[in-house]
């Protein structure tokens, strides 16, 4: 099973998912020297939240992280 974030069966509150997208973004700028903002209009208005599990989560870094190395 994956550890979900955001929802009834989530392993953090609100304000630790909003602790976690900070510093995730941190490290992303830290480590690969990209900028990104995870909690984009994109990302709060899409349907299935990129921040439900872990795994999804993880997704949606790589990809803004794709994103804006391609830009």
């Given at each position: 099973?994956?550890?979900?974030?955001?929802?009834?069966?989530?392993?953090?509150?609100?304000?630790?998912?909003?602790?976690?997208?900070?510093?995730?973004?941190?490290?992303?700028?830290?480590e690969?020297?990209?900028?990104?903002?995870?909690?984009n209009?994109?990302?709060?208005?899409?349907?299935?939240?990129?921040?439900?599990?872990?795994?999804?989560?993880?997704?949606?870094?790589?990809?803004?992280?794709?994103?804006?190395r391609?830009?």
């Open positions: 099973m994956e550890s979900v974030l955001v929802g009834p069966d989530a392993i953090i509150d609100s304000l630790g998912v909003v602790s976690l997208i900070v510093e995730v973004e941190q490290i992303v700028e830290a690969h020297s990209a900028s990104i903002i995870l909690a209009e994109k990302a709060m208005s899409a349907k299935n939240s990129p921040f439900r599990t872990v795994g999804i989560l993880a997704d949606h870094v790589v990809a803004m992280v794709q994103e804006v391609a830009a």
